[in-house]
């Protein structure tokens, strides 16, 4: 999906010590957009095994 990087973005910061209303405000968002994209992640990586990489990656490199 196109807003891809967003969602990804918004679902790893809202994994960490965050509520979805500050995750939404630095993202310009709602706090229900957060969530949805947590949840559309959460789909597409047991969909598509390369998003979940793709995922896995990531989070290594915000959290370590």
């Known amino acids: 999906p196109i807003s891809w990087p967003r969602m990804l ?29 947590h949840n559309r992640v959460r789909d597409l990586c047991l969909q598509e095994p390369e998003l979940a990489e793709e995922r896995a990656t990531l989070w290594k490199v915000v959290c370590g």
């Open 9 to 37: 973005a918004m679902s790893i910061a809202y994994e960490q010590p965050h509520s979805a209303n500050d995750v939404g405000k630095a993202f310009s968002r709602h706090h229900t957009s957060v969530c949805y994209a």
